[in-house]
């Protein structure tokens, strides 16, 4: 195979190895500035299309990256490297399935690259197959033993199956080699269980200033350092040290807040009045937990999955992925076909969604889909699913956005400003709202601040609506042994807790996010 610069002049071979360099620590506006001349040069070459794709990509730019990046591929149909590149841009965009057809290609065709078999991990891990992605990671640490982000997964999914010791010991075992590895500082704190000692505190702030730390790297061990810093009752430090994470992060992509709400008008209009549906029993096998990050839908999903009736599948990216596969076959953006849909058509999505998540009805006649966002698919949901029960969690706005804004959420931008927070939080609000109102028996708000007030009259409540005869075994929740892949699973292992609430601490430093709220302000 030629050289990947093959037909570049030197000038602009230094212009795309000084792009690739800065990719690869993050730094998209120094990269886009060292591709300029090569792109001024050589628009159509390969690499420097590779590069310009991965840049969009980086930015937020999917459709554009994906685009750019199968004109680059059309030209180098063999190379391992640009099937990868392919596939992270499909997986960044939401599309899994091409993802992950499109890395396992990048594995045939260069089997001992440990950057594509990472990529498949990832991959799999976010289409909830933890197995498969499991022994792709193993692949690719014993292709390169210091992969630490390979072996930070790993221990994510050591996490995952509830094996808290095992998961701290790894993350440690990575520091110990590399102290800069943002993503084993925040695997520690994700724990919630683990209270930095005053010694990782040094080590973090050392890490902060570590010349091999990339941008992922200080935005990662920037949260665990704000989490160690609450853990000792220094609140403004902590925020400070949130506001600087979420600083750089916002550096890289940022998140388009009107254009995000005008998009939720137009999906909810589209649905309003709901279209003539599939048949009415379509669907009653599933349960959507739907909301915003932080919201209680782990805990809700871990009550259910507690009934001897219901399979706990975690976030599921099923719903999304069929609405993309519609909109591909229809060659046009959801939800601008939606008007021309006919009953057939919705039951033909609902059976494609089934057959897509039949693997989670193999031992239990039922299971939640608990993916945050498909309240933004509300009205899709009903269309093609109408017998499915819809559960949106609540739990009091600020501490909602505020354990958001706290946690490292990839691929969620709104969460980098109290403002966008906000503006998210209305956009849920209101769909919610909407839909509760026009689909009342399918459509149900549980408030985490009443479970915690009387949990058993809740519980049975959130049961009788998902028509499930009350078992006691919900009740005992922490008892129920399961992979659960979110921040939260370590708390939902633990009986309720009355102190989960933080902003009372943070006192008027959270006035910016209440006036954005639409609350009061504090003194």
């Not at 990575?174 to 943002?182: C, I, R, S, T």
């Not at 999955?305 to 976030?315: C, N, T, W």
């Not at 006691?472 to 929740?477: I, K, T, W, Y």
């Amino acid at each position: 195979m030629t050289s990947r610069f093959h037909g570049l002049d030197p000038t602009s071979v230094k212009q795309v190895q000084a792009a690739a360099q800065a990719l690869d620590a993050g730094r998209a506006d120094v990269a886009e500035q060292s591709l300029a001349g090569a792109l001024a040069s050589a628009p159509g070459h390969p690499e420097v299309l590779r590069l310009q794709a991965g840049i969009q990509g980086m930015r937020g730019h999917h459709r554009e990256a994906i685009a750019v990046m199968r004109q680059a591929l059309s030209q180098r149909p063999q190379d391992m490297l640009y099937h990868n590149t392919l596939g992270t841009l499909l997986g960044a965009a939401g599309d899994y399935d091409a993802a992950v057809a499109t890395l396992r290609r990048a594995c045939e065709l260069q089997p001992g690259m440990a950057i594509a078999w990472y990529n498949l991990g990832v991959m799999l891990t976010r289409c909830v197959r933890n197995d498969e992605a499991t022994d792709a990671l193993q692949h690719a640490v014993a292709l390169q033993p210091d992969h630490v982000d390979a072996r930070a997964l790993l221990a994510d999914l050591l996490r995952t199956g509830g094996h808290t010791e095992q998961a701290a010991d790894a993350y440690r075992g990575l520091l110990a080699e590399q102290p800069w590895a943002g993503m084993a500082w925040w695997g520690l704190a994700d724990l919630k269980s683990i209270r930095f000692t005053d010694d990782d505190i040094e080590r973090m702030q050392a890490a902060l200033r570590h010349p091999r730390a990339t941008e992922d790297d200080l935005i990662a061990t920037g949260f665990a350092f704000a989490k160690a810093l609450d853990d000792q009752g220094r609140f403004a430090e902590s925020l400070a040290a949130l506001a600087q994470a979420n600083a750089i992060a916002r550096r890289r992509q940022r998140w388009n807040a009107a254009a995000f709400s005008s998009g939720i008008t137009a999906v909810n209009a589209a649905f309003t009045p709901a279209p003539e549906a599939a048949p009415e029993t379509l669907g009653r096998e599933a349960i959507f937990i739907v909301g915003l990050p932080r919201s209680g839908s782990t805990l809700v999903e871990q009550i259910l999955a507690s009934h001897p009736s219901v399979a706990g599948a975690g976030e599921l990216a099923d719903v999304p992925q069929v609405l993309a596969e519609e909109s591909r076959r229809r060659g046009r953006p959801f939800p601008q076909w939606v008007a021309a849909m006919q009953p057939a058509d919705w039951e033909r999505l609902g059976r494609r969604y089934l057959e897509r998540t039949a693997h989670w009805r193999q031992q239990r006649p039922i299971f939640t889909d608990k993916l945050p966002n498909n309240w933004i698919y509300i009205g899709a949901i009903r269309a093609m699913l109408p017998g499915a029960h819809i559960v949106c969690c609540r739990r009091d706005p600020l501490e909602t956005c505020f354990s958001c804004y706290r946690q490292r959420l990839a691929n969620n931008e709104y969460t980098r400003s109290f403002d966008d927070l906000a503006s998210f939080w209305h956009d849920f609000d209101r769909s919610v709202r909407h839909w509760s109102g026009l689909h009342a028996s399918r459509v149900y708000e549980h408030r985490y601040e009443a479970l915690l007030a009387d949990a058993e009259q809740q519980i049975r409540r959130l049961l009788g609506f998902c028509d499930l005869p009350f078992d006691p075994a919900c009740l005992r929740f922490h008892e129920t042994r399961r992979e659960i892949r979110s921040p939260s699973a370590t708390q939902v292992r633990q009986p309720l807790r009355q102190d989960t609430a933080r902003t009372a601490h943070y006192g008027a430093l959270l006035n910016p996010l209440r006036v954005a709220l639409g609350m009061p302000p504090v003194t």
